[in-house]
């Protein structure tokens, strides 16, 4: 049971980015599936998460009118397709399996997690 995440790079401000995130092992399709990030020195953040179905999306404040969160279960993978990226995105991104759909780290119910990575926005 593993979730990938990949697409994290190196990317200059207003850049653009999309981040994978692949299962293996198992089946998302019964899983909610979140994006949160961690950078240096920072709290755990939620940037976005996507229902089981697709049919609920969650983006954290920052992140709105600027990420767009998908998923395509035929093919056991999740997005994260970010646009108008700021230094401030600057973290490892880690796909999450959620016990329910939420971007608060303090309410989550974090079933597992997969191995992050890492996006930074910089000139």
């Known amino acids: 049971v593993q979730l990938q995440a990949s697409g994290g790079g190196l990317v200059q401000p207003g850049g653009s980015l999309r981040l994978s995130c692949e299962a293996s092992?198992?089946?998302?399709?019964?899983?909610?599936i979140a994006w949160f990030r961690q950078a240096p020195g920072k709290e755990r953040e939620g940037v976005s998460c996507?229902?089981?179905?697709?049919?609920?999306?969650y983006y954290g404040d920052s992140e709105k009118g600027r990420f767009t969160i998908s998923r395509d279960n035929a093919k056991n993978m999740v997005y994260l397709q970010m646009h108008g990226l700021k230094p401030e995105d600057t973290a490892v991104y880690y796909c999450?399996?959620?016990?329910?759909?939420?971007?608060?780290?303090?309410?989550?119910?974090?079933?597992?997690w997969g191995q992050g990575t890492q996006v930074t926005v910089s000139s």
């Open positions: 999450v399996a959620m016990g329910f759909c939420t971007v608060d780290s303090a309410l989550a119910d974090f079933r597992f």
């Open positions: 092992g198992f089946s998302l399709d019964y899983y909610h």
């Open positions: 996507i229902s089981n179905t697709g049919g609920s999306i």
